[in-house]
């Protein structure tokens, strides 16, 4: 069973187009976020959502919006998208209530390239 | 930013132990060092973390000094599988943000050659 799963696995998909990762898990978390990691392996935090409202909203171009219709599931739909935006992005989950003593599970992340 | 300090790369031998050094001598009192690591692309395993006390399970023992400034991961017989990126991070409040997150740095490569 896996924990945290994202889809796709691969987006292949050209300039100026619209796409969505999804996510979910099974964890029974209550806290999901998204990272990006970049050609150069920097994994760096995005969003992130707990109890379906926005908690964590970093310096990210507002062409792209996390949804998170329920605890246990993270969209990421990205608008007009661009060569920079190519990238891996993985989603994670965690137990807020134990605080910061809580790990993170990461999905296998989605390998984005942008033509 | 990070607020811990690892080499950038170390080798070990196939069957002994690598021991991962870590600094992170402005955590807080009640921040968490956390330990990951990722194979190739895949997504960050977890492996161990703790707060004050030395921690073991089944994948790895960690080391916390008494102040708290600093860490060792072990792993006490390296396979070949175990060659990977290891990330140590103090897990911490966002800046300007409600909620925490891991953040992380470059890590420490670990090549386990045999």
């Known amino acids: 069973d896996t924990a945290v799963s994202q889809t796709p696995k691969y987006l292949v998909t050209q300039m100026g187009n619209d796409k969505s990762i999804k996510c979910e898990q099974n964890?029974?978390?209550?806290?999901m976020y998204w990272y990006k990691q970049d050609s150069k392996k920097f994994l760096k935090i995005m969003f992130s959502?707990?109890?379906?409202?926005l908690i964590i909203n970093e310096t990210v171009p507002n062409r792209f919006s996390p949804k998170s219709p329920d605890k246990a599931h993270l969209n990421l739909h990205i608008n007009s998208l661009e060569l920079g935006d190519s990238a891996v992005y993985f989603c994670?989950?965690?137990?807020w209530g134990t605080g910061v003593g809580s790990p993170l599970h990461f999905g296998n992340g989605t390998r984005l390239t942008v033509t | 930013d990070a607020k811990t300090t690892q080499p950038p790369s170390m080798d070990c031998a196939e069957g002994r132990a690598a021991n991962l050094p870590c600094n992170h001598s402005?955590?807080?009192?009640?921040?968490?060092v956390y330990w990951y690591r990722q194979i190739h692309s895949q997504g960050p395993q977890y492996i161990i973390h703790?707060?004050?006390n030395n921690e073991t399970n089944e994948m790895a023992s960690l080391i916390i000094t008494e102040d708290r400034k600093s860490s060792t991961l072990i792993l006490p017989h390296a396979t070949l599988r175990d060659t990977a990126v290891y990330y140590c991070?103090?897990?911490?409040?966002?800046?300007?943000?409600?909620?925490?997150?891991?953040?992380f740095g470059k890590g420490t490569t670990l090549s386990v050659s045999s």
């Open positions: 994670a989950s965690s137990q």
């Open positions: 402005t955590i807080s009192g009640n921040e968490y």
């Open positions: 703790g707060l004050k």
């Open positions: 991070i103090v897990r911490a409040r966002v800046a300007n943000q409600a909620g925490t997150a891991l953040i």
């Open positions: 964890l029974g978390h209550d806290t």
């Open positions: 959502y707990n109890n379906k409202e």
